[in-house]
């Protein structure tokens, strides 16, 4: 049984450049979440699917993010003209069916933005 | 008033002692409770998870609910220098297809050898 992955684990980047996060859940679970976390501070929430449908949105997710799940299996999430503000670690996190919703963490993709 | 509030900490304890870690919460309608640890530079890893008042005990760690007062602790018996890490307190409270949880800020702890 493997756990939640997450790709890349490390992306620095220049501001104003696009990236994209992929995070590949637990197989049979058909929730799946993303989280940002900055140093010091519990993970945010930004975004949640269950299947293929995005759910739920957090206001912290501007414009320039996007996320999608077009299967209901994997997720990408883009982040567009990045901001050095955007620097942070991006937790993928997902959950099966029932109503326990315990969220399981994948390793994080950590972003600096230049 | 953040919803989820924890010490920051640092917290130290000797090899041996029992930790004690401390989470209030804001919502009332809040129903599911998580405790996460993560070390340094790593992603948070599931320790407990408890919905009922009371103690619900797993090996060396004990999650305690009060949701009259709004409260959650984790307790750690015979600390171990490998539980020094952050350990983060998580609240879900349903709000129709919501299923986020709202983490507080973290506690570090510290086991002394």
């Known amino acids: 049984d493997t756990g939640v992955s997450q790709d890349p684990r490390h992306k620095i980047t220049k501001r104003g450049q696009n990236v994209t996060f992929r995070c590949d859940p637990i197989?049979?679970?058909?929730?799946l979440y993303w989280y940002r976390q900055t140093l010091g501070q519990g993970p945010e929430f930004l975004t949640y699917?269950?299947?293929?449908?995005?759910?739920?949105k957090s206001r912290l997710l501007s414009d320039r993010f996007s996320a999608e799940r077009p299967k209901g299996s994997f997720s990408t999430l883009e982040i567009q003209r990045t901001e050095q503000g955007d620097s942070a670690m991006y937790l993928c996190?997902?959950?099966?069916?029932?109503?326990?919703?315990?969220?399981?963490f994948g390793p994080g993709t950590r972003l600096t933005v230049l | 008033q953040k919803e989820v509030e924890q010490n920051s900490g640092p917290l130290s304890v000797p090899e041996g002692a029992i930790a004690s870690l401390n989470c209030t919460y804001s919502?009332?309608?809040?129903?599911?409770f998580f405790w996460y640890r993560q070390y340094s530079g790593k992603s948070p890893e599931l320790i407990m998870f408890?919905?009922?008042?009371g103690d619900k005990e797993d090996g060396r760690f004990t999650a305690q609910l009060n949701k009259a007062s709004q409260y959650v602790s984790l307790l750690i018996r015979d600390s171990q220098p490998s539980d020094s890490a952050t350990y983060l307190c998580?609240?879900?409270?349903?709000?129709?297809?919501?299923?986020?949880?709202?983490f507080g800020s973290g506690t570090q702890l510290t086991v002394l050898p």
């Open positions: 996190a997902s959950s099966g069916r029932g109503s326990t919703d315990t969220q399981y």
């Open positions: 197989s049979e679970h058909n929730r």
């Open positions: 699917f269950q299947n293929e449908a995005q759910l739920e």
């Open positions: 919502d009332r309608g809040s129903q599911s």
């Open positions: 408890i919905y009922s008042n």
């Open positions: 998580a609240v879900m409270t349903p709000s129709g297809s919501a299923r986020q949880l709202t």
